[in-house]
């Protein structure tokens, strides 16, 4: 993989491919600043970016920018519509509004666990007013979109963790309650009830 020489200058290579996995998590930092003055803080959930406002060089305030979600969504947390809605109150209000309201940009990374959830709920919500990006390990055609990472060897091998598992990190297919004891290709779903 090719890096920019203007991204190595501001940053360094802070994780090369070359690294081990195991490595890589005892490089890990919890903030820094760059070189640029761009400053990167890593928040838990139950965290707050409220009051992040940072000082330029110019003396001028800045609110944050960019928010990115990783794996938002976890098994406890799509368990309990509670939980849900005070993640999705949360991040509403409490994260975004702190935002630039002009300069804005949120990112979700991560997998689909759940029918809902707040990635589901938000997707849903914001239909047509976000831009909203999904790539999933294979595109339309059925091709692999990472064939440099993900050989044939490597995908069959993930698909060992089991078809629940693999769906939901890879092909973008939530988890459908009753699951565990009629497979999701059985289930199927009316708009009304017959008579």
């Known amino acids: 993989m090719m890096f ?12 090369p ?29 139950g965290g707050t970016i409220r009051g992040s406002n940072t000082v330029s060089k110019d003396g001028k305030n ?14 406890k947390s799509v368990a309990n519509p509670d939980i849900i809605e005070n993640n999705e109150r949360k991040i509403l209000g409490e994260t975004i509004g702190a935002l630039d309201p002009v300069r804005r940009r949120i990112i979700f990374l991560g997998n689909v666990i759940n ?6 709920r938000f997707k849903k919500r914001f239909k047509g007013v976000w831009k909203i990006f999904e790539q999933w390990l294979f595109d ?11 050989s044939p060897v490597v995908i069959e091998k993930l698909k ?36």
């Open 4 to 15: 920019l020489p203007k991204i190595v200058a501001d940053y360094g290579v802070m994780f």
């Open 17 to 45: 491919l070359s690294m081990k996995k195991e490595d890589m998590s005892k490089s890990s930092v919890g903030s820094f600043e760059s070189v640029t003055g761009v400053k990167v803080e890593a928040k838990s959930l």
């Open 62 to 75: 800045s609110r944050p920018t960019l928010v990115i979600f990783d794996d938002i969504d976890v098994d």
């Open 115 to 120: 029918e809902d959830g707040i990635v589901p």
């Open 140 to 150: 339309e055609k059925g091709e692999c979109v990472w064939p440099e990472l993900f």
């Open 160 to 195: 060992g963790d089991g078809e629940r598992a693999f769906s939901q990190n890879y092909l973008g297919i939530p988890f459908s309650g009753g699951e565990t004891i009629i497979s999701r290709s059985k289930i199927r779903y009316c708009k009304e009830l017959p008579a």
